[in-house]
Each structure stands twice: as structure tokens, then as C-alpha cells.
């Protein structure tokens, strides 16, 4: 008894499985995600900075987000000093997305490329134009 | 000695990726050249594996009875330890495959006072299970570097493994249990004394590069930060077969796939082919029903017998004596000697006295 | 013959492992533990490679041919390629090391290579070295190691210390076998003479004579005489077993321990009791006069070429179906491999009790049913009066054989059985009973006597657990449904838990069979007075 039929059935489940994302994703463009950073309000600043540097926010902020929220949700600080000795209003809604109104353009683009999703909006309302 | 050559040979690993990447600067090789490489090999060497042992015939029914057979109809079989159709088959490879359920059976033995006592003994399979189950979900995470969009089971995954919402990036519990289960396993081999007995060179390695390489992984997820962005852009551009090498991703990631190539490479020629191997084992995956169907050996060939007319030749005397029915009347006396020398050289083994 | 260690000393068995690693530590041969190497006209009854006089003993020559290493290599490389079993097990142990404490030979000697998982290293690291890319390419740190005439008399030495009792095949994850292994080593060692002398003597025997005693017709024939006077004896009545009668409806098939020697005989007797108060018609066969199989111990041809003479009696006297009696190993012959090796027995018809009118549809194909199947069979359509008072002297437990546990799951069977012919039943812990039953130590050919200490340290455990029972319940009688068990565990009890009998489940059946004109019993099988009655029958 040797089972072949069986057998091939499974190497094929096999590599449907592993091959899957080759399959998947074979002639697609890769294209790297570019968030925009071109909203009326940024258009409007005469230095195009945020709170810290572009090199660190790309990296930490996340991290820099989650501690706002503690200082300012549990803390009950408002203020936030730059490394640079600028102050900022520590406030998702009225100081990040007051520049980048276009979650969908800004946040999105990278989140679901990398298949990242911040629980954000579990409790902040989205902004318009944001499906989600 | 097996450990320590494990344990160092996993550091050289490391360490080639680092010069290489580094110092070297050698990116293409370690995120390109050698991912294809490795990719292909572990492709080919499982079906290879695989089909040799499909090459191989299962000659007897041999499945391990682990419970009451299928008999009278009153009597309660046990349909899943002991199968006897196809549909009881695939559930016991199922609880075997995904819970294991033989190892859920494990004691643990001891002598006491010239007793024997058995008791519980599941340390064993929860980190089995917490090691492959966690193993398996991080590797399906991964996905979200390896499609476009994103498969919405992946983020379904992975707001089910982040759950806790601890820190930022989110935590996921699987990579920590896999770290904390095979640091479980390894350390087994370092301190029950049977376990460390048996274990070679070929079991410690794969505990090494596996927490080698869930290591790197939390690393760069939540200290190193790569950037995930170009980490995907490499990733894609493999699965797509327009490799690039984008700037700006750290070495910490080519360490992590050049850990997880080596992996890849190393896989078909081990042990670590239990994987494959648990759905071919003739001794789960056979029903019990031999005395009711048929079992076919391909290679089954005609063999020398003594038949009948043989043995009666040699005992019809004594047969007629005995008064047991035979099937000749006549007594060809010409055959009589061969076979009565061959009998009494073979002679009586002597039973053991008592 | 090595003098036997007091039970005081030998259950103190010192589990402490060698400092230098298995591959460095090299085979040591200790006496009592293995048996006489096979003597040269046994190998050539059968036409066996290299029959010559030969010792055992380590340091002896072995008297291999040249090229031995040659055919060993080429031995494995044929199993390889036929069992699919042997490479997958080669391939995918991962020494979790679930298996070390399960097996009996372990926990009674404590030698670590008698762990499951590092018997089946000493011949893995040879698979490795010879027949793997890693190994050829790596030798000992990837396990492989080189063949030398060291590591085959290391196999000889294991492989004669296995039972191919499966037990740890139940806890491995991946259900590797080390019986498979052991069959496949024997096999390969056979390949060069080197089987012991226990195992080639019976397998010659029932090559010869039909059985491994080597009884002749005439001489079944008048064992059996015994056995019917002690019946009428015991009963008053005369039965009258048939033998090689053509034209019978069930050809009926024992393990020839039970014609010869206590307590076999006594389930023998259970046999013809049982049969002559139903009236069933069947016959043995003084050719097919044996259900065991020492084959089958030996190689899987050699199983096949004893197999054989059971379908080919069965068509010669033209019977409808075979009944199987108590056996272990027999049955893991018949259930697993009789009907490929020897069928398809479409001469014969799907069994049906003569009694009952009981399809045994999960026999449809071997068309051999076992007798506990059949027994239980009689007793729920309530075909048997039973009077289980007779058995009240005796206290029972049930030793699940191995081979029918695991490879078979018969366990109800004989239990049912048992609960309607005693009033007395007490299970053993449940770790050492059903599928995970200990072997009583003997079992696969290596009841010979001089291995006795190696017989008592592997029914250690099995002992070990009837001495639960006997001191929690006063448990006097072990019964199981095996011949090997029933010629080798008295020897067990006796030394490690005196006090406790050893009988067939048939010899119980039939000490408490209410026979049609049988006179007042007093006495059970064994001859022995029968406890008072209290009261009315209870019938």
C-alpha cells in the first residue's frame, strides 16, 4: 500500500501554502508607500516641521503617541516640550491631526501596507473624509 | 557537547550576518540572494523528503490500538484511539496533529520503596503545544510582509494576539510564548538527566536558532524599530520577483533572515521533518480494520512452506496409531528418512524449569 | 546460569546514567540478561543463513561471514525501501524522550539504552552515518556513528531485550514503533545467524511438527487424553475433541502452550468444556496446531512461512471459519498481518456464531474470530448457565496482554467475560492496564530461562502493579488471555508477589459453566476442593 494519490494531495497543500504569497503577489508593483503631507494646514507653515523630526517621528511615533495619551489622559498634562524647547498642546485631535487631516492619505497609506493597526479609533473619532 | 557546538555555531550565525551586513555590506546577498536560496531549497528538500518516504510502501496494517477494538455491536468502541474507518482516522490525526494527543498522555514514572507510581506528567505537551501553536501564528502574522493588500485574517490574527494592547508597538503574546516555550525545551534538555542523555548536536540546534531567531524578531519589532515600511518594500519585492534592496533598514534584520534561511535550509534534512512525517505514520494513520478489509503488500512474494502432505508424510504412522484422520492410503517409504533426520536435528528446546 | 538477585535487591534499580555519553559507552553483556545464540540446526531447518555452533557471550567469535558489515548495510538498505515505517522512524524521532520511562525494560533495569528512543538510536546512528547526507557528511554530530562489529553485537544484545511490546508507540507523539524496529533489527541481525536459541528452536519446531513444543500428532492427541480425564474428573463428563476432521463447520486454532505444561492446560480444558457443552462443531488440527507465532519474532518471511499452514489446514478439511484461542502475539499476527501475508481466505465464509447467530462482520475478511469475542458473544444472549460462586475462592485482575491491547484493542471482550464468571474483579491502576498495559517481560521469544533476570526486571512493573492488588484487595488470581503470559507469569509472581495464581480467562469460564449432566462439581480445574456454597446456587 503505498497511498500516492494521498500523498501528492498533500505535498500540494503543501505548496499552495508556501508558495502562496509568491502566487499572490507576482507582477505587482512595488510601490512604497509615500504619505502625503500636502493638507492646507501644512501647506500654510512656513517651516515644515512636526513635533520632532521627521527620522524620529517615522520611527517613535507610536511610542511618542502612547505617551501623550498617559500624560495627558492619566497625567493630566497638557504640554509637551520638544527636544528642540518648543512647547505643543498634547492633543490627538487638535494638534496631530490638526496638520495631518488626511488620515486616510497620512496614516493609512502606511498602516495597511504594513498590515499595522493602531487601536487609535477604538475611542478618537476619525477624521472625516476617513471611512474608518 | 552537542549544546555548547550548537550554542556556538548559532553565534557565528549572527555574527556572519552582522560582518556581512555591517561591514560588509553585503545586503543583497543576505536579503536577496540567500532568502531565494533558502526558499528554494526548503521547497524542494520537504517534497523530496516526503516522496521518498511515499516511495516506500506501508507493507502491514500496523496502527497502535490505543483503545477497546470495533467487535460486537454492544460492545463500545473506542472511535477515536482505535479507528476503525476512515472518518476515525482523520480524527485521530487531527487531535494528533493539532493537539497531540499522544503526548497529552505522557506520566511520569518513580520508584519508591521498590513501588512503581505513575503520575501526571503535562509540562511536556503544554510547551509542545504553546511552541508550535505560537510558532504557527507568528509565521502566519508574517504574511502582512509577504501580501498586498494585507489578508484580513492576518489583522483579525493579529488584533487577537496583541489583545492586551500592551505598549507600543502592541505586544504580541504568541512571540513571547514561543520564546518563553522553546527556552522550556532547551532547558529540559539541560536538566532532566534521561532527556539530556539522549539529546545530540541536531536537537539542540534548531532550540538555539529558533530562540535565536524569535529573539531578533522581538528585538527589532520592539527596541531596534526597523523600519517597517522598507522591511516590506524587501519582503514584496522577493514575493514579487523584482528584488530591491531599500535603504535604511537595519542590520538586526538581515540577522533575522539570514537566522530564518538558515532555518529554512537545515529544515528537510533534519528531525524537523516531523512535520511531514506525523501525517505519514503507519501507526496513526491506518485504521484498525485488518481483520475486515484486506490490507495489500505491494511486495508480498510466495515463500517456502512445509506443507500438509509434507508433515503428513513424516507422521503418518503415527497418525494412523493416534487414530487422526489422513488424507493418503499409501506410504511412499522412500521420503521417510530425509524428513525424520531434519526433525531430529531440530530436536525440542528445553522448557524452562521451574 | 547467572544466580538470581534476591526481589529485595533487584527492585532497587539504580536509574543513574553513565557519565560518558551512550556512543561512548560501550556494551557490556551481563549475565541472566540475555540468551543462548541459536543453535545451527535450527538455522538450517529452515534454511537460515550462517548455521554454526556459536556463544552469545560478547567476547566470543561470533563466526560472522566477511562481508558482514556488507550485508547489513545492504539488509537495511532493502527494509528501507520496503517499510515505510522503518524510514520514517529513522527520520523523524526528535528524542523528546515521552518514551524513556514507558518502556518496561527501562524501568526495571534502568540501563538507559533500554529507553525506547536510544534503542532505537543504536541502529538510527547508523542509518544516519550510511544512508543520510547529513551524517555521511557530519558522522557523530549529527548522531551518526560508524558500524563496528561493537554496535552490531550491541543490537543483538537490545533487540533481545525488547518485547515489541509497542507500549511506547501509545505515547509517541509521532507513534513511532520501537516493536517495528526491533522486528526490522532482528530481521537484519537474522541475516547473519545471530537469532537466540529460544526463539530459533520453537520457530524450527513449528516449522517441522506444526508447534513450537515440537509435539508430535500422537502426542497432542494424548495430552489431550489427559486433559479430557481430568475433565470427566472434575465434571463427569466425557468430551470427545476431534482432530484434522474434514467436513467440520469451525477449525479451531490455540497457542500449543495451553496443550502442554500448567496453567495453559487449564484454559485448554476451559476450551474443550466449552465447546462440548455447545456442541459446536469444529476440529483442531495437529498440523495448523499452533497460533503462535515465533516468526514473526524472527523475520517477516519466517512469520509468514508458519502463518501459512492455518488457511491452507482450514481449506483442506473444508471448514467454514476459524476460532482463535487465547493468545497474544497470535493475534497480533492474525489481526495485522495474517491476511496479507497468506490471504485473501475467499475459500472460507464471513463467521457466524453456530449458537448465537451472530455475524461477526469485523472479521469478515481474516475470517477468524477470537474466542473472547465469541465467548461474550454466548453470554449476552445468555447461551451459557453460569454458576460465578465457583470462582469465589479467587480474587481476579486482568493483565491486558500487549499485543492484544495494542494491536488489536481487544479489552471488553475479556473483561465481560470475566464480570459474569466471578464475583470478584479488581482492576489494576489504570496506567498499567489496557492500552497501557505493561508486558509481563517474556513476551517476543525471550521466555527462555537463561535470561531469567532480565524476565523479572521487565515484569517488574506488571508485577509491581498486581502487588497493588493483591495487598489492597487480596487479589490471588492473575488471568489474561495469553500463553507466553500464562507460561511466564507464574514464574513472575512467584518471585515478586508469591500468593498469586495465573490462569486463562476459558479456565474460569469453565469452572463456572453449568454443564448439561455434569455431576455436583467439588473441585475447580486445577483439582482443587471448591469453596462451600452459602445458601441456595446462586444459578
Redesign the interface.
Known amino acids: 500500500?503505498?497511498?500516492?494519490g494521498k500523498?501528492?494531495f498533500?505535498?500540494l497543500i503543501?505548496?499552495a501554502l508556501?508558495?502562496?504569497?509568491?502566487y499572490?503577489?507576482?507582477?505587482?508593483?512595488?510601490v512604497?508607500?509615500e504619505p502625503k503631507i500636502n493638507t492646507p494646514e501644512i501647506q500654510k507653515l512656513s517651516e515644515k516641521q512636526c513635533v520632532e523630526s521627521q527620522a524620529f517621528m517615522?520611527?517613535?511615533h507610536?511610542?511618542l503617541?502612547?505617551e501623550w495619551r498617559d500624560s495627558a489622559v492619566r497625567g493630566g498634562n497638557r504640554t509637551y516640550v520638544a527636544s528642540d524647547g518648543k512647547k505643543y498642546t498634547i492633543s490627538l485631535q487638535n494638534t496631530c491631526l490638526r496638520c495631518h487631516s488626511n488620515k486616510k492619505e497620512f496614516c493609512d497609506t502606511?498602516h495597511?501596507?504594513?498590515?499595522?493597526?493602531p487601536?487609535c479609533w477604538d475611542c478618537h473619532i476619525a477624521p472625516k473624509g476617513a471611512k474608518k | 557537547m552537542g549544546a555548547l557546538f550548537s550554542f556556538v555555531v548559532v553565534i557565528l550565525l549572527i555574527l556572519v550576518a552582522y560582518v556581512g551586513v555591517a561591514a560588509a555590506g553585503l545586503q543583497s546577498i543576505f536579503g536577496i540572494v540567500i532568502p531565494y536560496v533558502a526558499v528554494l531549497t526548503f521547497i524542494v528538500g520537504v517534497v523530496y523528503r516526503v516522496i521518498k518516504w511515499g516511495r516506500s510502501p506501508v507493507p502491514f496494517p500496523i496502527a497502535t490500538t490505543g483503545g477497546q477494538q470495533k467487535s460486537l455491536p454492544w460492545i463500545k468502541q473506542a472511535k477515536l484511539d482505535n479507528p476503525s474507518s476512515t472518518t476515525g482516522v482523520i480524527g485521530r490525526m487531527v487531535l494528533e496533529v493539532l493537539l497531540f494527543r499522544s503526548l497529552f498522555r505522557n506520566t511520569k514514572s518513580e520508584l519508591r520503596d521498590g513501588k512503581l507510581g505513575y503520575g501526571s506528567a503535562k509540562w511536556l505537551w503544554v510547551a509542545a503545544i504553546a511552541f508550535h501553536w505560537s510558532f504557527w501564528i507568528v509565521l502566519l502574522r508574517h504574511i502582512r510582509l509577504f501580501a498586498t493588500p494585507v489578508p484580513s485574517f492576518v489583522n483579525v490574527l493579529e488584533n487577537l494576539d496583541g489583545f492586551l494592547q500592551i505598549g507600543v508597538p502592541r505586544l504580541f503574546l504568541t512571540g513571547v510564548i514561543l520564546l518563553l516555550a522553546v527556552t522550556y525545551l532547551l532547558l529540559r534538555r539541560f536538566y532532566v538527566p534521561q532527556v539530556r542523555y539522549i539529546s545530540l548536536a541536531s536537537d539542540y540546534f534548531p532550540l538555539f536558532l529558533i530562540m535565536a531567531i524569535a529573539s531578533t524578531g522581538i528585538l527589532m519589532r520592539y527596541f531596534f524599530r526597523v523600519d517597517i515600511v522598507g522591511v516590506k518594500e524587501l519582503t514584496m519585492g522577493l514575493v514579487s520577483f523584482n528584488p530591491v534592496i531599500p535603504a535604511g533598514v537595519g542590520t538586526i534584520f538581515y540577522i533575522h533572515v539570514f537566522l530564518v534561511s538558515t532555518l529554512f535550509i537545515y529544515f528537510p534534512f533534519s528531525k524537523l521533518m516531523h512535520m511531514g512525517g506525523v501525517f505519514l505514520s503507519p501507526t496513526r494513520n491506518l485504521a484498525n480494520n485488518s481483520r475486515m478489509v484486506r490490507h495489500a503488500n505491494p511486495w508480498n512474494y510466495p515463500v517456502k512452506v512445509h506443507t500438509y502432505d509434507e508433515y503428513e508424510e513424516e507422521f503418518r504412522e503415527k497418525m494412523i496409531n493416534a487414530g487422526i484422520p489422513i488424507e493418503s492410503t499409501v506410504l511412499p517409504e522412500e521420503f521417510e528418512e530425509e524428513f525424520k533426520e531434519k526433525v531430529e536435528d531440530a530436536g525440542t528446546p528445553v522448557r524452562e524449569e521451574e | 546460569m547467572a544466580k538470581t538477585p534476591k526481589p529485595e535487591e533487584l527492585s532497587k534499580i539504580d536509574y543513574k546514567l553513565p557519565e560518558k555519553g551512550w556512543m561512548d559507552t560501550p556494551v557490556e553483556f551481563k549475565e541472566g540478561m540475555y540468551c543462548h545464540g541459536a543453535r545451527p540446526q535450527y538455522l538450517e531447518t529452515v534454511d537460515f543463513p550462517n548455521p554454526r555452533q556459536w556463544s552469545s557471550k560478547k567476547d566470543e567469535d561470533w563466526k560472522l561471514p566477511e562481508n558482514w558489515k556488507e550485508i547489513v548495510l545492504n539488509g537495511m538498505k532493502e527494509r528501507l525501501e520496503k517499510y515505510r515505517s522503518f524510514r520514517l522512524f529513522m527520520d523523524i524521532c526528535v528524542r523528546c524522550g515521552a518514551c524513556a520511562d514507558k518502556c518496561q525494560f527501562f524501568l526495571g533495569t534502568g540501563d538507559p539504552k533500554n529507553m525506547p528512543v536510544l534503542r532505537a538510536e543504536l541502529i538510527r546512528s547508523v542509518y544516519k552515518r550510511y544512508f543520510t547526507a547529513s551524517g555521511k557528511m557530519l558522522g557523530k554530530l549529527a548522531g551518526g556513528r560508524e558500524l563496528t562489529l561493537d554496535v552490531l553485537k550491541e543490537w543483538w544484545y537490545y533487540f533481545y531485550q525488547c518485547s515489541e511490546c509497542r507500549r511506547c508507540s501509545v505515547f509517541c507523539p509521532y507513534g513511532i514503533d520501537q516493536a517495528e524496529i526491533t522486528m526490522i533489527g532482528r530481521e537484519i541481525l537474522n541475516l547473519l545467524g545471530l537469532n537466540t536459541d529460544w526463539i530459533a528452536g520453537p520457530v524450527a519446531n513449528s516449522y517441522m511438527r506444526g508447534n513450537h513444543l515440537g509435539l508430535e500428532p500422537h502426542t497432542i492427541k494424548s495430552n489431550f487424553d489427559f486433559m479430557a480425564e481430568d475433565i470427566e474428573e472434575v465434571t463427569g463428563i466425557k468430551v470427545e475433541p476431534t482432530f484434522n476432521r474434514k467436513g467440520a463447520e469451525i477449525l479451531f486454532v490455540a497457542p500449543s502452550g495451553d496443550f502442554f505444561g500448567d496453567p495453559g492446560t487449564y484454559t485448554c480444558m476451559g476450551y474443550l468444556m466449552l465447546f462440548h457443552e455447545l456442541g459446536l462443531d469444529y476440529t483442531w488440527s495437529t498440523y495448523a496446531s499452533e497460533g503462535g507465532n515465533f516468526g514473526s519474532f524472527t523475520s517477516m518471511e519466517m512469520g509468514k512461512r508458519l502463518n501459512y499452514k492455518i488457511y491452507a489446514e482450514a481449506k483442506r478439511l473444508g471448514v467454514k471459519w476459524i476460532l482463535g484461542g487465547e493468545c497474544g502475539h497470535m493475534w497480533r499476527v492474525v489481526n495485522q498481518y495474517m491476511d496479507t501475508w497468506n490471504g485473501p481466505a475467499d475459500f472460507l465464509e464471513v463467521p457466524v456464531s453456530p449458537i448465537t447467530g451472530t455475524r461477526f462482520e469485523n472479521a469478515k475478511s481474516t475470517k477468524m474470530v477470537h474466542i473472547a469475542e465469541f465467548t461474550a458473544d454466548l453470554i449476552k444472549h445468555g447461551k451459557l448457565k453460569l454458576d460465578p460462586s465457583r470462582n469465589d475462592h479467587l480474587k481476579v485482575t486482568f493483565h491486558d496482554s500487549c499485543n492484544t491491547a495494542r494491536g488489536m484493542g481487544i479489552l471488553d471482550e475479556p473483561r465481560y467475560i470475566l464480570k459474569n464468571v466471578l464475583n470478584h474483579f479488581y482492576e489494576m491502576p489504570e496506567e498499567t492496564i489496557r492500552e497501557k498495559t505493561f508486558c509481563c517481560g517474556s513476551g517476543s521469544g525471550l521466555n527462555a530461562a537463561e535470561n531469567m533476570e532480565l524476565r523479572l526486571r521487565g515484569g517488574f512493573p506488571r508485577a509491581n502493579a498486581v502487588k497493588y492488588v493483591h495487598q489492597k484487595y487480596g487479589v490471588n488470581m492473575l488471568t489474561n488471555i495469553c500463553a507466553i503470559d500464562r507460561a511466564a507469569l507464574p514464574t513472575l509472581m512467584n518471585y515478586w508477589v508469591p500468593g498469586v495464581d495465573v490462569a486463562g480467562v476459558h479456565e474460569l469460564v469453565a469452572n463456572a459453566l453449568v454443564m448439561k449432566g455434569e455431576k455436583e462439581r467439588t473441585q475447580d480445574l486445577r483439582l482443587e476442593p471448591l469453596p462451600e456454597k452459602v445458601g441456595a446456587e446462586n444459578v
Open positions: 500500500m503505498y497511498n500516492g500523498i501528492l498533500g505535498i503543501f505548496l508556501v508558495t502562496f504569497p509568491f499572490n503577489d507576482i507582477g505587482k508593483a512595488n512604497r508607500p517615522k520611527a517613535n507610536m511610542t503617541l502612547n502606511c495597511s501596507y504594513a498590515g499595522v493597526n487601536y
